[in-house]
């Protein structure tokens, strides 16, 4: 493209300021939606998928008063523990139902803030059982390499606080062995720790004493049962668990399936949205790009007059549509990126769902697609007016006298 091309595409453009940025405003609204929809969908679809391998547990046993406590899904993921316990012994009672394969329990401390540790803001400590816990201890083993040390701990995403070496809870010190990847739910706000560890802190803590009355010393306590059956037998075992006594039982399949209805819904929603910007943004290209041949004729037609070839008109409408389409989608894919982080912030607030960052082939397949889709929706839109430019006639510009 010549210096003298560019400028007459600039000086057009220019020219028609308000319907230049209208056509990439819309170019790019559209991008930015759809992209931070895209990875938003992948994120969450991801992170469900994480979850569901990460938890490997078919059913959740936890005393009856906390279904008014928490949610299903809070409790499902083991991010949201309320101060709840049920004696030990019932570990060994699940575990003699036909059909388990295996128990593990959890303990659920205190919620923990600046106070009484060296958090930077609200944090829930859980207690896991190394020797029979096939769910936490992965993690630790793909993290450190090794079982975790009774004064280590395991850190969400989002606590802050124990980046330094005196680093303490309930005034015991402790040490960070690993952070885990941002989840999207409370887990991000959880400390994982040694449930014997937990169950001594929490022994001591001032106000928890009727706890201990009502229920039983914290050695002999666990908060959560966690429980893996046999493929097919989760909905007869989790019959046979409630029969135990007063026991909230939470089949995995259930919340997963609700969690996902939830998304569908939010999505099909979004989706929806997105669809009609694009539509819009369809329209408002072929109305742009129609309007640069039919609406300039005399111009056109002087620049054959002046001996312009049709080659040289369409480079002329083309760079023009390029200029456009190029910039909205540049300027889209920046939104878009924002757009996105605005979401993820409010996921991270509101732990809304389970949620793990696309990786960088999403990213790049997400803005492939959309650089592929809006550059053919403009291919096609220009493919009208540079037909037309070809049979312009030059002496429309003696004809008419409306030429900028």
């Not at 523990?81 to 295996?102: C, K, L, N, S, W």
């Not at 809870?169 to 402790?174: A, C, E, K, S, T």
């Not at 059956?229 to 909230?248: D, P």
Request: net charge neutral; with cysteine; glycine share 10%.
């Amino acid at each position: 493209m010549t210096k003298v091309m560019r400028k007459l595409i600039l000086h057009s453009l220019n020219k028609r300021r308000v319907q230049s940025l209208a056509t990439m405003l819309s170019v790019t609204v559209s991008v930015a939606v759809l992209l931070a929809l895209f990875l938003v969908y992948q994120g969450v679809t991801e992170g469900i998928a994480t979850s569901k391998q990460r938890l490997g547990a078919d059913i959740l046993v936890i005393p009856a008063q906390a279904e008014t406590m928490l949610t299903d899904t809070d409790l499902l993921f083991t991010g949201a523990p309320a101060v709840i316990y049920m004696t030990e012994d019932v570990a060994g009672q699940v575990a003699g139902i036909d059909g388990v394969v295996r128990v593990t329990p959890q303990f659920f401390g205190q919620t923990l803030n600046e106070s009484c540790c060296s958090s930077t803001g609200e944090v829930r400590l859980i207690g896991f059982d190394p020797e029979s816990d096939w769910l936490i201890q992965p993690w630790t083993d793909q993290l450190i390499g090794r079982k975790l040390a009774a004064d280590e701990i395991i850190i969400g995403s989002n606590v802050g606080g124990f980046e330094a070496a005196s680093a303490n809870i309930l005034g015991n010190p402790v040490q960070v062995a690993a952070r885990l990847d941002f989840t999207g739910t409370s887990m991000d706000q959880s400390i994982l720790m040694d449930m014997d560890t937990v169950r001594a802190f929490s022994k001591n803590i001032a106000g928890y004493d009727h706890f201990w009355a009502r229920y039983g010393e914290p050695e002999t306590l666990v908060s959560a049962l966690l429980v893996q059956v046999e493929e097919g037998r989760s909905a007869t075992v989790a019959y046979q668990i409630s029969r135990l006594g007063k026991f909230k039982v939470i089949e995995q399949s259930s919340v997963f399936k609700e969690i996902q209805g939830q998304m569908q819904v939010v999505f099909l929603i979004m989706l929806g949205c997105g669809i009609l910007l694009v539509l819009a943004s369809i329209f408002q290209l072929f109305g742009r790009f129609l309007s640069m041949a039919w609406d300039r004729k005399s111009e056109l037609g002087l620049y054959r007059a002046l001996g312009a070839r049709k080659q040289d008109l369409r480079r002329l409408i083309a760079g023009e549509a390029l200029l456009l389409t190029v910039g909205g989608i540049l300027l889209g894919l920046a939104a878009g990126g924002g757009l996105y982080r605005l979401v993820l912030n409010l996921l991270q607030t509101q732990s809304t769902f389970p949620f793990r960052a696309p990786g960088s082939p999403t990213l790049a397949a997400g803005v492939f697609g959309l650089v592929c889709l809006f550059s053919l929706i403009s291919f096609i839109a220009v493919s009208v007016p540079l037909g037309q430019v070809g049979r312009i006639d030059p002496s429309l510009a003696i004809q008419r006298g409306d030429i900028d």
